[in-house]
């Protein structure tokens, strides 16, 4: 009986080691070590035995039923082994190889160029206000002293709403410039104030420079000895840090707009060279804002006393100056939404203006359009 087990655990384990598969290596713990395997029907003929051949034989049978659990083990990991080793010689990556690049977001220049204008009005002092870009004729028009023959207030200029009330004409627009929140922040806050209010705006306008939705920013200062001299002050301050200037030279040419008296468009000191428009030096100029003095019916419409109280208005196209400054040559490509465009033109996510950090990425001063 003793040979027997010995050649059978020659034979399990000689066995057990030319497995080529888990599954051959089942099929063997089935034959040897299942109910009716070749172990399982030896132990259980050790009940017909006397008490002396179970006492010698027992302990065989149990040593060689786990050889052959402990051989079967063995052999499953070295063939988990093989199989991964195989595994990875077909998909083998080199991991000191550079990992391929992931593209990340970016933020709009209308967004960057926002965010760096009201990083420089805070450093002078002004709070941001916001308002509604659905406003009534009241606050668009006639609040400002914009009269009802005046041309901007005509449909072909600008986008009316039917308001709740029936009329020949509708009493809501969408708001054609950020002059109302001015109006709106007089009404309800005590002077003096200074306030910068940027935001959407919408006109019926669509060519190389002009969309029908666009962005502004509109500054107002209100007190009591406020004067030209003050708003010239501000604007040159302003172009010098937004355009990363050392010096700036500006130039306030007279005009008309209903809302100012006396009113100044401010043009900037450039040159041209190949194309090449280089902002702060030359000889020539170019209009970049419309400013002055805020007209005393605007004040009185706004429940401010003209007598008491004098200030003025200056506002912008974000997205003009944003052109300007990083030379992009349409504005319909800032709402193509084509993300070729802004991954040229976006900022890093970590790149926050701010007048000690730096207003943007890079200085640009020279930019060709």
């Not at 010689?89 to 990992?99: A, L, M, N, R």
């Not at 003209?306 to 003009?320: C, L």
């Not at 207003?359 to 001063?365: H, N, R, Y």
Request: with cysteine.
């Amino acid at each position: 009986m003793t040979d027997e087990i010995s050649k059978l655990k020659d034979d399990a384990l000689l066995r057990i080691r030319d497995a080529q598969d888990e599954s051959q290596l089942e099929e063997l713990r089935i034959g040897f070590l299942g109910k009716k395997g070749s172990v399982s029907l030896k132990m259980r003929s050790l009940g017909e035995m006397s008490n002396d051949d179970k006492a010698k034989l027992g302990p065989v049978l149990n040593s060689l039923k786990n050889d052959i659990n402990q051989s079967i083990s063995e052999k499953k990991r070295e063939l988990r082994k093989q199989f991964i080793d195989e595994k990875l010689k077909g998909e083998w990556i080199d991991v000191t190889q550079p990992s391929k690049e992931r593209k990340s977001g970016t933020i709009h220049p209308v967004s960057q160029v926002t965010d760096e204008v009201v990083a420089i009005f805070s450093s002078l002092g002004f709070s941001v206000a916001e308002g509604p870009q659905i406003e009534s004729d009241w606050y668009n028009f006639d609040a400002l002293n914009i009269p009802p023959e005046h041309p901007a207030r005509q449909e072909f200029d600008t986008f009316y709403i039917a308001g709740e009330q029936k009329s020949d004409r509708a009493s809501n627009v969408l708001r054609t410039h950020t002059s109302p929140v001015q109006i709106r922040y007089m009404e309800s806050n005590q002077m003096p104030c200074r306030i910068i209010a940027p935001g959407r705006v919408y006109r019926s306008d669509y060519d190389q420079t002009h969309t029908p939705m666009f962005h502004q920013v509109e500054g107002l200062a209100i007190d009591k000895n406020i004067t030209m001299a003050n708003l010239k002050w501000v604007l040159e301050e302003f172009c010098k840090a937004f355009f990363e200037l050392e010096k700036v030279e500006l130039r306030f040419r007279s005009s008309h707009f209903p809302f100012t008296e006396p009113s100044a468009e401010v043009d900037i000191k450039c040159s041209w060279d190949d194309g090449k428009l280089k902002v702060g030096e030359g000889s020539d100029w170019l209009e970049i804002l419309g400013s002055g003095m805020v007209h005393p019916k605007v004040l009185e419409a706004s429940g401010v006393d003209s007598r008491e109280y004098q200030g003025f208005a200056f506002g912008m196209g974000i997205d003009r100056i944003a052109m300007l400054k990083y030379g992009m040559p349409d504005l319909r490509s800032f709402f193509d939404n084509d993300l070729r465009w802004l991954h040229h033109y976006g900022f890093s996510t970590i790149d926050v203006p701010g007048l000690h950090s730096g207003i943007s990425e890079t200085a640009i001063k020279s930019t060709e359009i």
